[in-house]
């Protein structure tokens, strides 16, 4: 069978919220127009993101009765440990309260100050503890990144010439590359290109830590574009993918299949026993890392499920089924449709507005109000200020990301998500922007509020 189907069928099921458009203004003017600071109980579909809102699969749920909640030392560590190594490769890993608990270690560990950190775009929690350990992030990654119209296969490359010119000329603890590059709208690198870096690195003596939080998506993709990978296991992608770097941070909220959890994984014997005793400071002890044993088993459960080719063959193009219907209906996305979300290009559904007036926030905001589906703004407001100059970064992309959780939601629930962008986008000549009223110090895009304009 060449079709596609969820390789799953659905054993619980939770209720949602259906509301009207009166109640969701309310609920939006509460929230100053900023999907974060919403209720989840006021929201239909909750696309915010895809990380911790996985559904977990039956086998989950019973490895959290097998938690072992020892302090010290607890089964369930050595189960993911082992887990890790065999899927992932790495030889030592720190289990971590989720994907930033990680950024945080593996950045005071390695970034002294002044140095550089180049990567092929930047994430906000990762380029934040960059920065707060002394580092300047460049981004390297190729230029078609930047452009949402540009269908290369592989828009996460790292543009060599680019990060051949850093390390010539800066200190570098490390290359930070991501797969799949998430703020590039979910977009793959490709093992040609990983290869490469793992090159230049070598000769400039720099490290190489990868961003694995959704390694699995991207295997996903070397698979299916990438000559020569067609025949080969997710497994056999996803090891080499690992090969070519020293290290990885991740977030087991995304590929991993769990609500919470992450992990820091280091070859180097001397590196990973230092980890470890940062783990000590800011998460817990090296065998819990903030997180209870019942959650590592579940992660552990969770990566093994993640890797099955079935699983993320569906992940994957039940993603690309929805951005196939916004392209049907007209809406403009980024192309190609990355493997976690769709990406609404802001700029041409509100082509009047200036990124002043932050139309990926109000587009946001739209869609929340014309059919309770929540959505992210990855635009001006994300980029933030910099931290030199104190002006609003001004990032090429004003997107608006709608994100799939994994397991959750179904296509016709996300064919109805498709016609109400289409209907926000109908309605664009008479929308206009938003005034930020509140301007939170690190993060902003989580906390700010907002006024219409219009
Ligand atoms: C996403 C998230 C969660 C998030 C984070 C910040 C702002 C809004 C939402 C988290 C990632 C990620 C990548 C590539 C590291 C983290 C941090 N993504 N790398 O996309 O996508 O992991 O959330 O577990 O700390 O909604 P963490």
């Not at 587009?363 to 104190?390: C, H, K």
């Amino acid at each position: 069978m060449d079709d596609w189907f969820e390789p799953y069928k659905i054993k619980a099921v939770e209720r949602i919220p259906v509301t009207t458009r009166e109640e969701r203004l309310v609920a939006l003017d509460a929230a100053g127009w900023n999907t974060f600071l919403l209720r989840s109980e006021d929201v239909t579909f909750d696309l915010l993101t895809d990380s911790g809102t996985n559904a977990m699969s039956d086998r989950q749920w019973a490895a959290l009765m097998i938690g072992d909640e020892a302090y010290a030392g607890s089964r369930n560590f050595y189960r993911l440990e082992e887990t890790i190594r065999r899927i992932y490769g790495y030889r030592h890993m720190v289990p971590t309260h989720q994907g930033r608990g990680a950024e945080h270690i593996v950045s005071e560990l390695l970034i002294a100050e002044g140095d550089v950190v180049p990567g092929n775009m930047y994430f906000t929690t990762t380029r934040l503890h960059q920065e707060l350990a002394g580092g300047t992030f460049v981004d390297v990654i190729v230029d078609e990144a930047h452009d949402p119209t540009d269908r290369s296969p592989f828009k996460g490359n790292v543009d060599l010439e680019k990060l051949e010119k850093v390390l010539a000329t800066e200190r570098v603890p490390y290359v930070s590359v991501a797969a799949t590059v998430n703020m590039a709208g979910g977009q793959p690198i490709s093992l040609e290109n990983l290869r490469q870096v793992r090159d230049l690195a070598d000769r400039s003596g720099a490290k190489v830590i990868l961003d694995a939080t959704r390694a699995v998506e991207n295997a996903y993709f070397v698979r299916e574009r990438e000559p020569g990978q067609a025949d080969r296991s997710i497994e056999d992608i996803l090891l080499e993918t690992c090969s070519y770097s020293d290290g990885c941070t991740m977030s087991g909220k995304k590929d991993s299949l769990v609500n919470i959890g992450g992990w820091l994984c280091l070859n180097d014997d001397d590196l990973a026993a230092q980890a470890k005793n940062l783990c000590v400071v800011y998460e817990g002890l090296h065998t819990y890392g903030g997180l209870a044993g019942r959650d590592m088993e579940a992660m552990a459960v969770g990566i093994e499920e993640s890797v099955d080719l079935d699983h993320i063959r569906a992940r994957v193009l039940q993603v690309r089924e929805l951005g196939e219907r916004l392209i049907e209906l007209g809406v403009p996305i980024v192309e190609p449709i990355g493997g976690h979300a769709v990406f609404v290009d802001a700029r041409r559904v509100y082509p009047h507005l200036s990124q002043d007036a932050f139309p990926a926030q109000r587009l946001a905001a739209e869609i929340f109000l014309d059919s309770g589906t929540r959505t992210m703004e990855r635009g001006i407001v994300s980029a933030g200020r910099d931290p030199s100059t104190g002006e609003h970064r001004r990032p090429a992309l004003e997107l608006v990301r709608i994100t799939i959780p994994r397991r959750v939601y179904t296509s016709r629930q996300l064919a109805v998500v498709a016609r109400s962008v289409a209907a926000v986008m109908a309605r664009a000549a008479e929308t206009g922007g938003l005034e930020m009223i509140f301007e939170p110090e690190y993060l902003r895009f989580f906390q700010a509020r907002f006024r219409p304009l219009m």
